[in-house]
Every structure is written in structure tokens, then in C-alpha cells.
């Protein structure tokens, strides 16, 4: 059992998960290549491993049900390669099936057998799991009735998303038997481990495209004061320089706006109002003409696609400073090989400093590669949003539920 403020949840020692049938919710939403569809990386989906080969070796049928993207962009894509990965890193057949809750889906799940795996398609097909709604509403949506009558029990396995409160995450612990899987174990522990709120200087480095999710998230780490510093790269960076009065230039604020980003910029402007420890890039690497330059924050001409190397150079002076660095979202455009630089200097920095390093995010992770890290000081999460409003001490919908599974309540 895993205890966390008032949380009680079950892992897979605390439920007898032994030759029955078992929906394991995974999150392997990976970095895709805009052009081809493919993936670009494909770490987090080797983090899944020790869960389903346990549950496999314990004679279960296992089914994995996971999401890609979201509807509308690029790497909104079916699982099928991700199926083709998790069979070569597993060493166990794993079958797609391309539905989620359909006939075939059903009936293919009803006839397996035991030790089978199989991973069925992109879940935010299903545009029910687009809705973030309670475990009560969500134990009712089409999704958990048409699957939960076929399982034993459900795993819950995605750290990365346990900050959404969507049908394939709340919903299934009301109705079925559920647990952790040993990766979301493994995360809890290791963040308990390497994070000591009572250490300072703490500096997040937070960059990336999902803006909204950030500024939920520095809102919650300028009110627990738990950051010391907190580095801005890419689009976030973006709204934070539009927030303090800067031009940043046509282009870029067509960009924000076509994001819908520019309606963040009020509460970007009380988050800095309040105090909040926010550092923006002095320079960006822009993209002008096909052209790569560098120029000042307050002289932007092209399409602001990276950090530069001024800022490379400041930032990476406070993240040798700090005792704890938290790193998610990349500082540019890092599918772009010329606008992976800015992220790859600070990481490399950040690995060779003596403070504790958490790196999190699908984005960041694949900018690590095979590097080799101390594990003692350097914990790679596999979440980006979910682990930091974790580190904020935000209750993340997805334990809450197993925790709810757990005591026996049915809401
Ligand atoms: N300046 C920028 N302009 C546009 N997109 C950016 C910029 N900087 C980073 N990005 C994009 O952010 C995306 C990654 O963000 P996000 O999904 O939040 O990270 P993670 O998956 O690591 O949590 C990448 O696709 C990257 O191209
Ligand atoms: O990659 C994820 O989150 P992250 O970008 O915060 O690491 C999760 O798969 C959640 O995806 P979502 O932000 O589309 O709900």
C-alpha cells in the first residue's frame, strides 16, 4: 500500500491479480514525427515493462489501453507502432487491435487467453475520455460500461497522466478491483526520495508547448513558495516576456494567439504581480528567411524557435547553483535538430551539477537519450505536468481514484 497525505493506494501486492483478466491503463504519448507519423522516441514506452511482465507472468490476460495526442494534432496517431515497440522491448507478443470499445474490440478481448497482451487503439478516440469529469460521472460513461463487464480488475500504471481526470483513469477504479502498477510505485517512492521540499536554492526549468498546464502549474509552486527560480523556454517563455510588456514581435504574437495563448497573458501578469520567481530568456534562436539567427529579447525579428546562447549561459550559472533542479518541457523546437541545443546544453549541466536533478516530460526525456545518469541524484520521471503539480502537493485525480477503489467507496 502506498500512503500519501491521506491517500491509501493499492499496489499489485495488496490485489491477488493471478490468471484473471486485467485492463492495464499505460501512458505511452510519445514525441511523433510531424511529417511521417512515426515515432521520434520511445522511452516511456520501455518504462512499462516490469508491470506487464509480472502480471503476465503471473498467468493474467492483459489488455493495455493507452492515448497519443489529442484530436486535432499532429501526433494524434493510432498505437500501432507503439504496439510493434512494447513486443520488442517486452519479448512477449503484443497485439493491436484497432478499436477501443467496439464489437471487435470486445469480442477479441473475450476470447484471450492467459499470458496474452494485447494494446488497443488511441483511447481519446473515444471523445468521452476528452471530458475531465468526476469518478462518479466517468464510472458511468460508455467507455467503463462496455469494458468493465469483461475484467477482473484494472492496473493503473500512468504517472504521466494521472493529473487528468478522464474516463480511462478515474473511471474504472469505481467499477472494477484496482492497483497501481510498479511504475506508478516506483515514481511515488523515488520522488519521495529525491525531493526535500526543506531544500533550497530549488530551481524549475520549464519550457515546452502545453502553456495552460504550466501556468496552472507555476501558479501552484509561486503559492506553496516551493521554487527558488523558475528558467522559462519555449512557448512559455514566450507568454511571460508578452506578460512583462516586451515585443516579441508580429509573428510570434500571431503564434500565441492562433494558440489561444495570449488569453493566459492576465494571469501570467498576476502570477508576476505576486512575486513569482519567473527568469526570462535575455535572447531567442530565431528562424528568419529559412535562416538561423540569434537575437535579443527585445529586438525579435524571426520566429523564436530556441533559447540563445546568453541565456544558455545564465541559466546554466543558477542550475549549477541550486541544491534541486526540476526540468520539464523543452526550450524550443527540439524536432528540429538546429533548435535542440538550448535544452541539450542545459541538461548536460544540469547532469554534471551537484544537486538533485528530476527530468520529466516526454519531450525532455527523449533529449536525454542513452545518457548515462546517477541514479542516486537523478531521477527520470516519466511525467511532465502530472509530476510537477505532484511536487506541488496537488492531488492528482487518477490516485485519488485508486484510492476511492481502494476503501471499498462507491461514489
Ligand atoms: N518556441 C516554441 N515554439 C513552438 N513550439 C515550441 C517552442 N518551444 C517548444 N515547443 C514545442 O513544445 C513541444 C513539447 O512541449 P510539451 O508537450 O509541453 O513537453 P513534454 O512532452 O516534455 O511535457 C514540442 O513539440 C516543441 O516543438
Ligand atoms: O505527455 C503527457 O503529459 P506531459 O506533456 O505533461 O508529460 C501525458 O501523456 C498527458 O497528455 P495530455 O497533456 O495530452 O493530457
Do not use: C, W
Not at 493474467?60 to 484530436?71: D, E
Not at 483513469?169 to 519521495?192: D, N, T
Not at 529525491?194 to 503559492?223: A, H, M, Q, T
Not at 516579441?248 to 498576476?270: D, H, Q
Amino acid at each position: 500500500m502506498i500512503k500519501i497525505n491521506d491517500l491509501a493506494i493499492p499496489t499489485l501486492d495488496d490485489v491477488d491479480f493471478s490468471a484473471k483478466k486485467v485492463l492495464v491503463r499505460i501512458d505511452v504519448n510519445s514525441p511523433i514525427d510531424p511529417k511521417t507519423g512515426k515515432l521520434l522516441d520511445d522511452s516511456r514506452l520501455r518504462a512499462y515493462n516490469t508491470t506487464i511482465k509480472e502480471l503476465v507472468q503471473r498467468g493474467n490476460s492483459v489488455v493495455l489501453i493507452s492515448h497519443q495526442g489529442r484530436p486535432g494534432d499532429d501526433d494524434f496517431v493510432s498505437l500501432r507502432e507503439h504496439a510493434e515497440v512494447l513486443s520488442k522491448y517486452l519479448e512477449v507478443n503484443v497485439e493491436f487491435v484497432e478499436d477501443v470499445m467496439g464489437p471487435y474490440a470486445r469480442e477479441r478481448i473475450k476470447k484471450m487467453g492467459k499470458g496474452e497482451v494485447i494494446l488497443l487503439d488511441n483511447v481519446r478516440l473515444v471523445s468521452e475520455e476528452l471530458i475531465e469529469a468526476s469518478p462518479a460521472q466517468h464510472a458511468k460513461s460508455y467507455l467503463v460500461r462496455r469494458l468493465s463487464p469483461l475484467f477482473d480488475g484494472y492496473v493503473n500504471d500512468a504517472f504521466a497522466t494521472a493529473h487528468r481526470s478522464q474516463a480511462s483513469l478515474v473511471g474504472f477504479p469505481i467499477v472494477l478491483k484496482s492497483s497501481a502498477g510498479r511504475l506508478m510505485e516506483r515514481e511515488i517512492f523515488a520522488l519521495a526520495k529525491i525531493f526535500n521540499p526543506e531544500d533550497y536554492p530549488k530551481v524549475f526549468v520549464l519550457g515546452g508547448g502545453k502553456v495552460l498546464d504550466s501556468v496552472r502549474i507555476i501558479e501552484n509552486l509561486v503559492k506553496k513558495r516551493m521554487a527558488d527560480r523558475i528558467l522559462t523556454g519555449g512557448l512559455i517563455a514566450e507568454l511571460f516576456a508578452v506578460a512583462k510588456g516586451l515585443d516579441i514581435g508580429k509573428e510570434n504574437m500571431k503564434v500565441l494567439e492562433k494558440l489561444g495563448i495570449l488569453s493566459l497573458v492576465p494571469r501570467a501578469r498576476k502570477i508576476l504581480l505576486a512575486g513569482g520567481p519567473i527568469e526570462i530568456p535575455v535572447d531567442f534562436k530565431v528562424e528568419k528567411d529559412g535562416n538561423v539567427i540569434e537575437e535579443p529579447v527585445n529586438r525579435i525579428t524571426g520566429v523564436i524557435k530556441d533559447i540563445g546562447s546568453t541565456t544558455v549561459g545564465i541559466y546554466s550559472s543558477f542550475i549549477k547553483e541550486a541544491k534541486v533542479i526540476v526540468m520539464r518541457g523543452p526550450m524550443g523546437v527540439i524536432e528540429d535538430e538546429r533548435f535542440r541545443e538550448g535544452s541539450k546544453k542545459l541538461l548536460e549541466d544540469a547532469l554534471e551539477s551537484p544537486g538533485y536533478l528530476i527530468i520529466g516530460g516526454g519531450h525532455m526525456i527523449s533529449v536525454l537519450g542513452n545518457a548515462n545518469v546517477n541514479s542516486s541524484k537523478v531521477h527520470v520521471s516519466t511525467g511532465g505536468g502530472a509530476l510537477l503539480l505532484f511536487l506541488a502537493g496537488e492531488k492528482l485525480p487518477a490516485l485519488e481514484a485508486l484510492s476511492i477503489s481502494s476503501s471499498g467507496m462507491k461514489v
